[in-house]
């Protein structure tokens, strides 16, 4: 009789390059699981519930309707199944995140209990957080150097797709995957996103993939700060939960040009793989956020400049009125409300107007990063904590970034400069160029020089 393992499906929701997927097909029949986390959803917001829903049926289905899930706390419910399957062995992606950390060190506790292990296999990152140091060994903490080390890993590497032996098909070596049926408790109704959602699931996926990378990746480095052009990838909700892994868009793009043309900006045919290049520098500032995260887990919601984190912010009701009209798009500066309203409408916003967007917040309006942070997070699609967070601590001047507290986005000349015909503003604001349309809410330069003077106050430095 053969043994029987459990794959714990987490923010890896494929069947395709699952290095902990292939590690349990491996040993027998594969219970696939998912365990909706009381404590992960109640800090999601309803588009990206829907979302992982949505992604949830696209695996059950890949599964031949297989997939077990269950509700309840994980340190209970994946020992219990393990018990009730017979399981020796419970496969997961490693998570590198402050909570996932916590609860698979006490998930591998109880499982040892029981005379059963907690295989950790792989991670949800081109390169896995705490991987890519310096010389003397010490962790990076600024994305340029780590950025050069982490394509010259890349490019001196082995190359290969982790866990290429599983396929979207369920197989693994050629060999159909056998899964072993159990009782769950099924998904719950799918809560209303209040927005339009992108097509969910690994077969999306691969298709929004490979539509890029034959259309799109090329020009990427010319066009991806147009946000009325809608030439980014659009794969940010995938990479999220796991539908498609980073190395294998990275292992597409090394087929197109050699990794190490990718890691030298000047090698002679840079102008040819500038796209490729500069998408995959996008890759690995999602996994360097990762890295700080990884080592600084208390960065998820402090500053990681201690020197700034008792400068004085806007926190009364006055603060949250300013707030509301932030949240809303109803600031009077185009860009930053089209952003707002992008992000209402469609549980995404260009990555350009992100910064925008949060400069404004916390540069013109004086409120806590955190504020907006977790705005974000209730609306995004891709919301992803590492990402997100430290994304906004950047725009704060709080964070990893080594440019001083005193870059201050213009919202004006950041329309002109990336919207200058109008055209993301009439996307998204019905009423724009009307006398409908909000005035200004703030004078952008008298509210930059505010911020320098309370930057000043906080650090003693001009």
Same mark, same amino acid.
């Given at each position: 009789?053969?043994a ?8 890896d929701l494929r069947?395709?390059?699952h =290095? ?7 040993t027998?029949?594969v219970?696939p699981l998912?365990? *909706?986390? &009381?404590?992960?959803?109640?800090s ?8 992982l829903h $949505?992604?949830?049926m696209?695996l059950?289905e890949a599964?031949g309707?297989h997939? *077990?899930v269950?509700h309840?706390? &994980?340190t209970?419910?994946? =020992?219990?199944i393990?018990a009730e399957?017979?399981?020796? $062995? ?7 995140g402050? +909570?996932?950390?916590r ?7 109880r499982l040892?209990?029981d005379g059963r292990?907690l295989?950790?296999?792989?991670s949800n990152?081109?390169?896995e957080?705490g991987?890519?140091r310096?010389?003397?060994?010490d962790p +990076?903490?600024?994305?340029? &150097?780590f950025s050069k080390r ?7 590497a082995s ?7 599983t396929?979207p ?10 899964w072993v049926?159990m009782d ?9 996103p209040?927005c339009e959602?992108?097509?969910?699931g /690994?077969g999306?996926?691969? /298709? ?16 991806? $700060?147009? =946000?009325?052009?809608d030439?980014?990838s659009?794969?940010s909700?995938?990479?999220?939960w796991?539908? @498609?892994?980073?190395r294998?868009?990275?292992? $597409?793009l090394?087929?197109l040009?050699d990794?190490? !043309? ?8 840079g102008?040819?793989c ?10 690995a500032?999602?996994?360097? +956020?990762?890295d *700080?995260l ?6 998820a919601w402090?500053d ?17 009125d300013?707030?509301e009209?932030w ?9 930053v #409300?089209?952003?707002m309203?992008q992000l209402l409408?469609?549980?995404w916003m260009?990555?350009r107007?992100r910064? @925008?967007?949060?400069s404004?917040l916390v540069?013109?309006?004086?409120l806590?990063?955190?504020w907006?942070?977790?705005?974000f997070l209730?609306?995004?699609? !891709? ?5 997100n967070n ?5 725009a704060?001047?709080t964070?990893?970034?080594?440019a001083p507290?005193?870059?201050v986005?213009?919202p004006t000349?950041q329309s002109?400069?990336? #919207?200058? #015909?109008?055209?993301y503003?009439?996307?998204?604001i019905a /009423?724009?160029?009307? #006398? ?5 809410? *703030?004078?952008h330069?008298?509210?930059r020089?505010?911020?320098?003077a309370r +930057?000043?106050a906080?650090t003693?430095?001009?």
């Amino acid at each position: 009789m053969r043994a029987t393992a459990v794959m714990w499906f987490r923010r890896d929701l494929r069947l395709g390059d699952h =290095p902990a997927l292939e590690a349990a097909a491996r040993t027998g029949g594969v219970v696939p699981l998912f365990v *909706v986390d &009381p404590v992960l959803m109640g800090s999601s917001g309803a588009p990206r519930a829907a979302y992982l829903h $949505d992604c949830l049926m696209a695996l059950d289905e890949a599964t031949g309707g297989h997939l *077990v899930v269950r509700h309840g706390d &994980p340190t209970e419910v994946v =020992p219990a199944i393990a018990a009730e399957a017979g399981a020796a $062995d419970v496969y997961v992606t490693r998570d590198h995140g402050p +909570y996932g950390r916590r609860r698979d060190a006490e998930v591998a506790d109880r499982l040892r209990a029981d005379g059963r292990r907690l295989r950790g296999i792989g991670s949800n990152h081109a390169l896995e957080p705490g991987t890519v140091r310096k010389g003397d060994g010490d962790p +990076y903490a600024v994305h340029t &150097p780590f950025s050069k080390r982490w394509f010259a890993i890349l490019a001196d590497a082995s190359y290969a797709v982790p866990g290429a032996a599983t396929a979207p098909d369920g197989t693994c070596d050629g060999e159909p995957i056998e899964w072993v049926a159990m009782d769950g408790d099924g998904l719950a109704d799918r809560p209303d996103p209040g927005c339009e959602l992108p097509p969910a699931g /690994e077969g999306a996926a691969r /298709e929004r993939w490979a539509e890029f990378r034959d259309e799109g990746v090329g020009d990427y480095a010319d066009r991806r $700060d147009d =946000p009325a052009g809608d030439a980014t990838s659009h794969l940010s909700p995938h990479l999220k939960w796991g539908a @498609i892994h980073p190395r294998r868009l990275l292992h $597409d793009l090394h087929d197109l040009h050699d990794l190490h !043309d990718l890691h030298d900006r000047h090698a002679g045919n840079g102008i040819r793989c500038a796209g490729p290049r500069t998408f995959a520098s996008e890759l690995a500032w999602r996994d360097f +956020y990762a890295d *700080v995260l990884f080592h600084r887990p208390r960065t998820a919601w402090s500053d990681l400049r201690d020197e700034l984190s008792g400068m004085r912010l806007d926190t009364d009701a006055a603060a949250r009125d300013r707030f509301e009209r932030w949240c809303a798009g109803r600031t009077g500066f185009p860009i930053v #409300d089209a952003g707002m309203r992008q992000l209402l409408a469609t549980g995404w916003m260009h990555n350009r107007v992100r910064m @925008i967007t949060a400069s404004f917040l916390v540069k013109d309006l004086h409120l806590p990063w955190q504020w907006g942070a977790r705005h974000f997070l209730d609306h995004l699609v !891709d919301g992803d904590l590492a990402s997100n967070n430290h994304g906004w601590q950047w725009a704060a001047g709080t964070g990893t970034d080594a440019a001083p507290y005193f870059r201050v986005f213009n919202p004006t000349t950041q329309s002109e400069r990336f #919207d200058s #015909d109008g055209a993301y503003a009439r996307r998204w604001i019905a /009423e724009y160029g009307t #006398d409908a349309y909000p005035r200004e809410m *703030v004078d952008h330069a008298a509210e930059r020089r505010g911020a320098l003077a309370r +930057y000043e106050a906080a650090t003693g430095r001009s």
